[in-house]
């Protein structure tokens, strides 16, 4: 597979988890915390057969006050 349908599946799984949030939720508005809530994905690096991609992850831990990788 091309890097770039790569790449491309892995922005639209993303895209369906942000988006993919029960409809059945009560609305209210987005905060700070809610933001800081989402986990944050960074640094893709792709193998070197161009089969699988890794990635580092980072969620808030509220207990420790700090983020977690």
């Not at 369906?16 to 809530?37: F, K």
């Not at 986990?39 to 089969?51: A, I, N, T």
């Amino acid at each position: 597979m091309k890097l770039a349908t790569k790449l491309r599946t892995l922005a639209y799984v993303g895209t369906l988890a942000l988006v993919g949030a029960s409809p059945a939720q009560a609305q209210r508005p987005m905060t700070i915390v809610d933001l800081i809530n989402v986990p944050s994905v960074s640094d893709p690096q792709l193998s070197p057969k161009g089969s699988q991609i890794l990635y580092a992850r980072s969620d808030a831990d509220w207990k420790k006050n700090n983020t977690v990788s």
